[in-house]
């Protein structure tokens, strides 16, 4: 349920310098349970946040604002890395040519 709320949270912040969420995430040694459960979203493509279907995704919102930071990005054990980049390689060669998911700006 924190997890849901923390994203649902992220999604509000715009500027990474301001955002609360990754700022209390900063202060932390380590979040287990909260990159295992982005990382397990990630895999299965779900949104977890599921409030409006249309919105940006929260899980990939508040990835991008932690690997944004390197303070944030330690919070990932090298093998989350890993798994994170083996998932990313899987979409990115699952995907057609022209499907506009491969690639975002």
Do not use: W
Request: with cysteine; proline share 4%; charged share 25%.
């Amino acid at each position: 349920m924190f997890v849901k709320c923390a994203l649902s949270l992220n999604l509000h912040y715009k500027d990474l310098r301001n955002n609360r969420v990754c700022n209390v995430l900063k202060s932390r040694p380590h979040a287990t349970v909260l990159s295992e459960t982005l990382l397990v979203s990630f895999n299965r493509a779900e949104s977890l946040t599921g409030i409006f279907p249309q919105s940006e995704d929260g899980v990939r919102k508040i990835m991008l604002d932690l690997f944004g930071s390197p303070d944030t990005a330690e919070l990932f054990f090298t093998n989350d890395v890993k798994v994170l980049i083996e998932v990313l390689h899987r979409n990115v060669i699952d995907r057609g040519e022209g499907d506009p998911d491969r690639v975002t700006t």
